[in-house]
């Protein structure tokens, strides 16, 4: 029983090294395409890059931090999702309907459930979160493709 909580919490962990990577060399090729094609007055690409290096440091430097941030951001994600699911349900009719009510009120408890525990749930909770969410969300386009046959 306590596999899927450390298991989780060390997914959570390398996810937000890896992200950390991915934005710190992305920063660092767009500062060296900005240097190549010497776009100096290309404000608003040094902005993004100094963000994104920014961002990626701060992920490589505090992976627990970033896992919480991370979680609050995805919590909200989730809140707009289930929103969406449920407006975007009002749009069908039967077994489609009731997929779409159905994620997109299970998307708002997922993003209640992750804001009452916040932040002791911003380590773990995210990557079973995410399998839950990516099971329904997949559940939803099967069943709207159904649909369309």
Known sequence: MMFIPKFSTYASIAFEVLL???FTLGALFL???L???KLKKAVLMWVVAILFLITGLYFLLNPLSAAK???WIFAALTLINGIAAIF???FFSGRVKTVFLVNGLIGILFAVMIWANWPLSGISFIGILLGIN???TGLTH???RRKDS
Do not use: A, D, E, K
Request: no cysteine; aromatic share 28%; glycine share 4%.
């Open 35 to 37: 240097f190549v094609f």
């Open 69 to 71: 941030l991370m979680t």
């Open 31 to 33: 500062i060296l395409l």
């Open 142 to 144: 099967l069943m709207f």
């Open 20 to 22: 950390g990577w991915i």
């Open 88 to 90: 975007q349900s009002f």
């Open 134 to 136: 990516l099971f329904l």
